[in-house]
């Protein structure tokens, strides 16, 4: 069992639309919880980093954690075209520097 | 600000072929890691760093080597190339535990072998 699920999508939605990215993952003991937003042959760019659980917001971003069901969104409002990419969650249990990927979700968000 | 440089960004390797895929960063970064990614299987962690002179395996390490030895660079070398590496890879650099384990990645390298 891959220690964190993502559904890769892709996902086709009209600009202005809300969407909604969520992963999974099997470790209790992960606390730090990222989403990276990767272009088409570009690096991953770091979107929303969050702590334990709860909600944070960051413009038209909003991420949420739910460790009593280990499961993570990420909210985008008003989609815009520009926003169509990969995006990516990755979660770590400790402070070093590993951290569990997701496989990524498409997203084309269409004008 | 460069940020984290990757080169060479293409290569193509016969299997058996040896080759350091290199990695520098400009940001006085104490963290840095290797990546792979693979069509559905998101990025795997082959080697990471928390500082010069320390480095350890991560999730994928087999058929690769790496080592610091400053600050700035962490190659990643392929001792004979096999077909499975042929992938995408990513360095990374982080300023460590303080700064929220905030990555930052390079453009990659993208690496076929034959």
């Known amino acids: 069992q891959k220690e964190v699920e993502q559904d890769p999508g892709p996902l086709s939605v009209p600009e202005g639309a809300i969407v909604s990215l969520n992963c999974t993952y099997s470790?209790?003991?992960?606390?730090?919880f990222m989403w990276y937003r990767q272009y088409s042959r570009k690096g991953p760019e770091l979107l929303m980093y969050?702590?334990?659980?709860g909600n944070k917001e960051d413009g038209r971003f909003t991420a949420q954690v739910d460790k009593s069901s280990k499961y993570i969104s990420l909210f985008i409002r008003d989609s815009q075209p520009s926003d169509s990419a990969t995006y990516l969650c990755a979660m770590s249990a400790n402070n070093f520097n590993k951290f569990y990927f997701g496989s990524g979700t498409k997203l084309n968000v269409k004008p | 600000n460069a940020g984290v440089t990757q080169t060479p960004k293409f290569q193509v390797l016969k299997t058996g072929q040896s080759m350091t895929l290199q990695c520098a960063q400009d940001m006085n970064h104490e963290y840095m890691s290797w990546y792979r990614q693979d069509p559905g299987m998101g990025l795997r962690l082959i080697h990471y760093s928390v500082g010069a002179g320390i480095t350890d395996q991560g999730e994928v390490p087999n058929g690769y080597n790496v080592s610091r030895s400053t600050t700035e660079d962490f190659p990643l070398r392929l001792l004979s190339a096999a077909p499975s590496q042929t992938s995408v890879y990513f360095c990374a650099s982080s300023r460590g535990e303080l700064a929220k384990n905030i990555q930052y990645f390079g453009a990659g390298t993208r690496l076929s072998v034959l």
């Open positions: 969050t702590y334990s659980s």
């Open positions: 470790n209790s003991a992960f606390q730090y």
